[in-house]
């Protein structure tokens, strides 16, 4: 079944840089974009960006532009998000999430990661 | 960027009972090809959001028929038709003619 596996909690200090995986399985990597969206505790989702795996050309939402990057690798069917300089306020659950159409046309989500969370403390 | 305005922000529902909540986006969903990009999920208490409605009206694989969507442009609404004690969680809207952009959410609990 197609499934998104994304890595385990993070814990950073302020100003250091974390980065998050999502492992794709089940369908064919290279033909569906890939989301990431946070959610801050007691908040609501935050679209940040979007990364297409097969030329690995990315998009990010205004807020995010210059502090995170999404990468893919298509050897091991991986996206990664790296966010730089974190600070208390990027303490959230960050989730990947696939387009559920192929080809990168406008759309939802489905499915999700089970969400990643990370907690920036000093 | 597009903003998506929820209401209410919360609402509390007796089972069986019919729910409805709105979303209004600040530009047209419309898109050239024609859709209209406006979605719907839903996440449950400690789990991952899942997809509800796609493109305002079209329930996704497996959602029940007591759920609908329904809008046009920059209005639309989600209802639920008789509430299970399985549909508690945050209800939210997201568009995608533009990037992406939730609504801020909408809290659903029973009585």
């Known amino acids: 079944q197609v499934q998104l596996v994304q890595s385990g909690a993070e814990v950073k200090k302020p100003g250091a840089s974390v980065k998050v995986s999502c492992k794709a399985s089940?369908?064919?990597?290279?033909?569906?974009?890939v989301h990431w969206v946070r959610q801050a505790p007691g908040h609501g989702l935050e679209w940040m960006g979007i990364?297409?795996?097969?030329?690995?050309?990315?998009d990010y939402a205004q807020k995010f532009r210059g502090r995170i990057t999404l990468t893919r690798d298509t050897s091991t069917s991986t996206v990664y998000m790296e966010v730089g300089s974190v600070r208390s306020e990027d303490t959230a659950i960050y989730y990947c999430?696939?387009?559920?159409?192929?080809?990168?046309?406008?759309?939802?989500?489905?499915?999700w990661g089970q969400g990643t969370l990370v907690t920036v403390s000093s | 960027d597009i903003v998506m305005t929820q209401t209410p922000l919360s609402l509390s529902v007796t089972p069986g009972q019919p729910a409805s909540i709105s979303c209004r986006s600040s530009q047209s969903l419309l898109h050239s090809d024609g859709k209209t990009y406006l979605y719907w999920y839903l996440q449950k208490p400690g789990q991952s959001p899942q997809l509800l409605i796609y493109e305002v009206s079209n329930r996704f694989s497996g959602v029940p028929d007591r759920f609908s969507g329904s809008g046009s442009g920059t209005d639309f609404t989600l209802k639920i038709s008789r509430v299970e004690a399985e549909d508690v969680g945050i209800y939210y809207c997201m568009q995608s003619v533009q990037l992406r952009t939730f609504g801020q959410g909408t809290k659903v609990e029973i009585k």
């Open positions: 089940g369908y064919t990597f290279t033909n569906y974009f």
């Open positions: 999430t696939r387009d559920y159409l192929p080809g990168g046309s406008p759309g939802g989500f489905d499915p």
């Open positions: 990364i297409n795996p097969s030329g690995g050309g990315t």
